[in-house]
């Protein structure tokens, strides 16, 4: 299954535990406003209006589930694979697993 998204989404997770979600393109133009900014204000994006000084930060999606996935209890091993809690990891490496083939057949 392709779990690719059709478009690049951020995130502007806020303290509160708020996700803002909304194209690269748009945070692209956020974070350059947010990095030229000297004081925390308030600025409005899609009848929204945000206090910067509560944005924790402008995050990847990639970013956001590996977070999600963290909250709930999961872990990402060596090889990347996300186990639940107290799941001891099985995975092997290509090489690993090639090697046992060739022993075992």
């Excluded at 951020?10 to 996700?19: A, K, P, T, W």
């Amino acid at each position: 299954m392709n779990t690719q998204l059709s478009k690049n989404l951020m995130c502007i997770q806020m303290r509160s535990g708020v996700e803002i979600w909304l194209e690269q393109e748009k945070a692209d133009k956020l974070q350059s406003g947010l990095q030229n900014i000297t004081q925390n204000k308030f600025v409005a994006h899609d009848g929204q209006t945000i206090n910067t000084a509560d944005i924790v930060g402008v995050f990847n999606a990639i970013t956001m589930e590996g977070n999600t996935r963290r909250k709930n209890g999961q872990w990402s091993c060596h090889l990347g694979s996300w186990h639940e809690r107290k799941e001891e990891c099985s995975c092997r490496s290509e090489s690993e697993a090639e090697a046992i083939k060739f022993i075992y057949g």
